[in-house]
């Protein structure tokens, strides 16, 4: 019986759990080490799969814990990091795009070559049960002589319009194409071969901050193996929409690989009046079929085998089984693979006008700026607006970020981006020399309460230390009213009104934020930290996403479950005031130690949200109820699982008050700031609508 082949990790962020997760699963293979150069997220993640943490590549090579790595990092980096681990003798395994060039991948080939070892490419969707069986029926002739495929990525692409803007995908143009086109481009390289790419072009372009244009549309015409192929990706909201269709003369497949479900349109034999009802009863017997198969395997593993696990553990079976075997690669995840599918869409680039592919150059920097104001989370929704208010008003702010690129281009006089580690109490301190008032707006969606200990209370209360270290005259926090239990529509909430005692049973976002504020407040009262506590409501406006989960669950754009029944007023805020409301914190001497609920006047439900967006957008999208205990018992029902059956720790109980307190039952009262802070929201509801929908651009076009 062959070993497990040994894995590490190399990037510990959000891909990196469905990789581990699928590892687990294969019988062939093992997590033993996980790198990072967080050492938290490496030890967090580690600590998952009873893994080695490391902060370095060196190290990890050094150690000998594994015999093939994935490399999970930013694709700038995917290169020089698969050449270091393929000459230290390890096998690997990159996530797409595998490089950001042709001449990239054909060196990680070459080294791979050289150091006599695998290299594969991370094209996971070609592991999918019905992708498998969709090649099958291909190459057995089921579908007759395949003339035409057609192969669309329709997904949105929230960062395009409410940010992060300092991602990498969104740095040039062709860098959504290298990022969506791997797995469209792989499907059309397995099943035809190697793309001669005859069209291209850019749709639906939108403005990132600096007016840098970027698409959010790819149409693309190629040709392969006779076959006429034709790649849509779309990133505005739209329903989601990724599949594969092949038209051949004895029938028409539709692969749905986010579903993974697989479709066949096919004649038979019957006589005219007979033959369109055969048609449709088959269609719905497959679609019967496949819905029941996709229900069978998601209540048998407690929801641990989605299309997109399955489409991961498909991957690891197809790359681990042959390599613990000493068997041959399997070719669709094979170096000639990655390179086959970079080429095709460096030729797609090279197709593009050349218009599309501009990138606006930098503003050119007049002055060094000298920030007075550090803005600590400055790329998020808020941060932005706040940073960009604070810049109106006369300051130069420092934004405190994970990279050197800022979502302020615009601003090289005024803005400057300091990439500094939140865990490192050193580099917060001298990176808060010479600032007054520090903004944090920090973030930490952790699964666990000792992660949210961690990275979010942890690193509030280290944020504090620095403060005081770096004499900063003023910290504004920004909590959220969603620690509040806003359960009973009786019940009026105002900054007097205390979160309950025991929030063991909230979700773990509102508890942390809780106990972040708590431990903030605590450090005032003993050693005087000058710090001011904001919550604002549900924010919306330009720049905000259309899928706001603070107003219910999204099933794609199209559809909503709201939380409640929708008819109570919500407390919602455009972020113009916030940024406001925020501004007038950290420079009134009241408001220390003080703490202000940024709700705006209450004038709308959620139905008259989705309403108002109907008749300004003319876009109606389906909205339901939720009931509200029944999301209680489904939860308790999946914690009693997941407790008892996976034997999961850290698990949050759950409670009915957490589940009513999403539909913000109990009404703001929204005095105070506006009292001490002489803070002023939008009143008026027309033009609170307008700023709110009218110029959102919340669909993207």
């Known amino acids: 019986m062959p070993q497990p082949i040994r894995v590490g990790?190399?990037?510990?962020?959000?891909?990196?759990?469905?990789?581990?997760?699928?590892?687990?699963?294969?019988?062939?293979?093992?997590?033993?080490?996980?790198?990072?150069?967080?050492?938290?997220a490496a030890e967090g993640l580690a600590m998952a799969y009873g893994a080695v943490p490391f902060t370095s590549v060196e190290a990890l090579i050094r150690s000998g814990a594994c015999d093939a790595v994935h490399i999970l990092t930013p694709p700038q980096l995917h290169a020089e990091l698969a050449q270091e681990c393929l000459q230290a003798g390890l096998h690997v395994l990159v996530e797409k795009p595998v490089a950001v060039s042709l001449e990239e991948t054909r060196a990680i080939a070459e080294t791979?070559?050289?150091?006599?070892?695998?290299?594969?490419?991370?094209?996971?969707?070609?592991?999918?049960?019905?992708?498998?069986?969709?090649?099958?029926?291909?190459?057995?002739?089921?579908?007759?002589?395949?003339?035409?495929?057609?192969?669309?990525?329709?997904?949105?692409?929230?960062?395009?319009?409410?940010?992060?803007?300092?991602?990498?995908?969104?740095?040039a143009p062709k860098n959504l194409l290298l990022e969506l086109g791997p797995h469209p481009f792989a499907f059309a390289v397995d099943l035809f071969g190697p793309l001669d790419i005859l069209h291209a072009e850019a749709t639906k372009p939108i403005a990132l901050p600096g007016d840098d244009m970027r698409p959010q549309?790819?149409?693309?015409?190629?040709?392969?193996?006779?076959?006429?192929?034709?790649?849509?990706?779309s990133m505005v909201e739209t329903v989601d929409d990724r599949s594969v269709t092949l038209r051949g003369s004895s029938g028409r497949a539709r692969l749905d690989y986010a579903a993974d479900t697989l479709v066949v349109d096919r004649e038979n034999a019957s006589d005219l009046i007979v033959n369109p009802l055969r048609r449709q009863l088959d269609q719905s017997w497959q679609h019967l079929r496949e819905g029941l198969r996709n229900a069978a395997i998601q209540t048998g593993s407690l929801n641990q085998k989605g299309p997109y696990a399955q489409s991961f553990?498909?991957?690891?079976?197809?790359?681990?089984?042959?390599?613990?075997?000493?068997?041959?690669?399997?070719?669709?995840?094979?170096?000639?693979?990655?390179?086959?599918?970079?080429?095709?869409l460096e030729a797609a680039i090279a197709k593009l006008p050349p218009e599309a592919l501009e990138v606006k150059a930098p503003a050119v920097?007049?002055?060094?700026?000298?920030?007075?104001?550090?803005?600590?989370?400055?790329?998020g929704f808020i941060g932005r607006a706040l940073t960009r208010r604070l810049v109106a008003e006369g300051q130069d702010v420092r934004v405190l970020s994970r990279g050197r690129h800022g979502p302020f281009p615009d601003l090289p006089d005024r803005v400057e981006t300091a990439p500094v580690s939140l865990h490192d109490l050193d580099a917060l301190t001298q990176?808060?020399?010479?600032?007054?008032?520090?903004?944090?707006?920090?973030?930490?969606?952790?699964?666990?309460?000792?992660?949210?200990?961690v990275n979010d209370v942890g690193v509030s209360t280290r944020i504090a230390m620095a403060c005081e270290a770096a004499g900063v005259t003023r910290l504004v926090y920004t909590g959220t009213i969603a620690s509040y239990d806003m359960s009973d529509p009786h019940v009026q909430i105002t900054e007097e009104t205390r979160f309950p005692e025991d929030m063991t049973d909230r979700n773990l976002y509102a508890r942390s934020k809780a106990e972040c504020e708590r431990q903030l407040m605590k450090l005032h009262a003993e050693r005087g930290l000058p710090v001011t506590i904001a919550r604002p409501g549900i924010v919306v406006g330009h720049g905000g996403p259309l899928q706001h989960w603070g107003i219910g669950r999204w099933h794609g754009a199209g559809a909503v479950r709201i939380w409640g029944p929708g008819h109570n007023l919500l407390p919602f805020v455009l972020i113009d005031d916030v940024a406001d409301g925020l501004l007038r914190m950290g420079t009134d001497p009241a408001a220390i130690g003080q703490s202000f609920n940024l709700v705006g006047e209450p004038m709308l439900t959620a139905r008259g949200y989705f309403d108002a967006i109907e008749k300004t957008l003319g876009a109606r999208i389906r909205v339901n109820s939720g009931n509200l205990t029944v999301f209680y018992a489904s939860d308790a029902v999946k914690y009693g699982l997941k407790k008892y059956a996976l034997r999961k720790k850290g698990l949050v109980r759950p409670s009915l008050a957490d589940w009513k307190s999403r539909a913000h039952f109990s009404p703001f009262v929204n005095e105070k700031p506006k009292t001490v802070l002489g803070w002023q929201p939008e009143a008026d509801r027309a033009r609170f609508l307008q700023k709110a929908i009218g110029e959102a651009n919340l669909f993207g076009f």
């Open 112 to 171: 791979a070559e050289a150091a006599g070892k695998r290299f594969h490419p991370g094209h996971n969707f070609l592991g999918l049960p019905s992708y498998v069986r969709m090649k099958g029926a291909l190459l057995a002739g089921t579908y007759g002589r395949v003339s035409q495929a057609e192969i669309t990525w329709a997904l949105p692409l929230a960062p395009l319009r409410s940010g992060p803007f300092n991602l990498w995908l969104l740095r």
């Open 365 to 379: 920097q007049t002055r060094k700026p000298k920030p007075t104001a550090m803005v600590i989370g400055g790329t």
């Open 313 to 344: 553990r498909g991957m690891m079976a197809a790359i681990y089984g042959p390599l613990a075997s000493g068997q041959p690669q399997d070719s669709r995840f094979s170096a000639e693979s990655a390179l086959t599918v970079m080429q095709a």
């Open 217 to 233: 549309g790819f149409r693309i015409l190629a040709r392969a193996g006779g076959v006429e192929i034709t790649f849509h990706l």
């Open 9 to 40: 990790l190399i990037g510990a962020g959000y891909i990196a759990s469905w990789h581990g997760d699928a590892l687990k699963a294969t019988p062939d293979a093992q997590v033993t080490a996980v790198c990072d150069l967080s050492e938290p």
């Open 431 to 453: 990176a808060m020399q010479g600032i007054d008032t520090v903004y944090n707006l920090a973030r930490s969606l952790e699964t666990t309460w000792a992660g949210a200990l």
